[in-house]
């Protein structure tokens, strides 16, 4: 009497057979190039980073708004941040894309002014890098 095999399809067999299908050009068609997996863009924990600090700004003026000096380094982290997002130069045009959208938010939905007028010179000027290269086609440019 033949004993039975069990066989089982596990998903990570399926997905490595798939990739090594992939990977065989077929005979009479052109291989699509590789596709680099891109870096994420720095813009973004930079965004992040200042919107974590300016909630925390924000819950304490509304959870103690006498209280001033517990508040100052609240005020110094937020203009930090503030600071590095104006000078963060993003790596895509989505990125330049989210840095603009979230000073707009800012500015429509809390009445915000992110930046003093030198910070929106140092932001103009990451933007203007950012699409400079992008226009390149270069992240070096």
């Known amino acids: 009497m033949a004993k039975a095999v069990h066989c089982s ?29 891109a870096a994420p863009d720095p813009i973004d924990a930079v965004i992040a980073a200042h919107a974590h600090a300016y909630a925390a700004y924000e819950a304490h003026l509304e959870s103690e708004p006498e209280d001033e000096f517990a508040r100052e380094p609240l005020i110094d982290v937020e203009r930090a941040t503030a600071e590095a997002f104006a000078a963060t130069v993003p790596t895509t045009l989505q990125g330049i894309a989210a840095a603009l959208g979230y000073v707009r938010l800012l500015h429509t939905r809390d009445n915000y002014p992110l930046l003093d007028d030198y910070g929106c010179y140092v932001l103009i000027a990451s933007a203007d890098t950012a699409l400079r290269r992008a226009l390149a086609g270069t992240a070096s440019a």
């Open 9 to 37: 399809i596990t998903r990570r067999a399926v997905i490595a057979g798939s990739a090594a299908a992939l990977a065989v050009p077929l005979p009479g068609r052109a291989r699509a190039p590789a596709r680099r997996e």
